[in-house]
């Protein structure tokens, strides 16, 4: 009787033993199967992908224009997200609900803050910060922690910095920017710059004093108005993300010229090097 008991037993276990299993591939399956979100903020920043991805069908979700289909052989998600923190953040939470991507990534211009990042590189920056939620004192700003959920906490918890996917970061260092033939800025052949801190907020930075109290307070390698927001969003849903910002302008200017003339002059450029950028990623993914 007790031999017949543990044969039981055994026979149990090695049932929970292959329900476990065959749970664990249910789920790699699924998560194979789901689409990675591809974000832009500018029509024009979405143009050069969606020219070379397979579209299965178009819809517009909150007045924005998304495409699904397929592209380097991935389902994708290709959606505009708007321009600044708000719509940023309402697209990709809109998106995530409707679509439980697998990852996201973001495609698009920036001001460049550190002095090493030249107009044409581009950064695939490890953590991003807001810039602009901060205490405005009688004679300073003092940046302040971000108090948002955290999936991994599942609580409120502060957050400094919001950090990308050490898998996607992983992926992006094996990508030589010589193959990708990158539009040059002049002479001048365009860097990919990975690690580092980057920053967001709701303006437009054309302020050399701005630009210098950013890279002294945060360490910024470059400012725009849309990444960290969608790092918080993701970050509060575990979505793992990776955002590729490509220097449209030196925010603050240089001596003859300003960030907005610059922007007028090498977005088309930055944008386009910067869906370069994303494809050679998205090929990589497995």
Known sequence: MREFRNSCLQLRLCLVGLILLLVAFAIQAQAETRPLL????FP?????IARQMTTDSTARILGRAVQMGTLKGKR???????????????????LITRFHPR?????GIAGAIDSAVHIGDLCICSSWITHDYVYCGPDSLQPQPVHSFSAKGDSL??????????????IAEQIDGAKLSLQR????????????????????????????????????????????AVAQVCTANAVPFVII???????????SR???????????IAASNSAALVMALVGLLP
């Open 245 to 255: 910002r490509s220097a449209s302008d030196l925010a603050g200017g240089s001596p």
């Open 185 to 228: 800025i002049g002479k001048r052949e365009p860097r990919i710059i990975v690690g580092g801190a980057c920053v967001s907020g709701n303006a437009f930075i054309d302020n050399a004093e701005k630009r210098l109290w950013l890279k002294k307070r945060f360490g910024a390698m470059v400012t725009d108005m849309e990444s960290a």
């Open 38 to 41: 591809v974000l832009y903020a």
């Open 258 to 268: 300003t960030a907005t003339e610059q922007l007028d002059q090498f977005f088309r």
């Open 76 to 94: 994708i998600v290709l959606a505009e997200s708007g321009v600044g923190m708000t719509n940023a953040a309402m697209t990709t939470q809109e």
């Open 157 to 170: 918890a502060s957050f400094w910095s919001f950090f990308a996917d050490s898998g996607f970061i992983g």
């Open 44 to 48: 024009e920043e979405g143009q050069t």
């Open 103 to 107: 990852g996201l990534v973001f495609s």
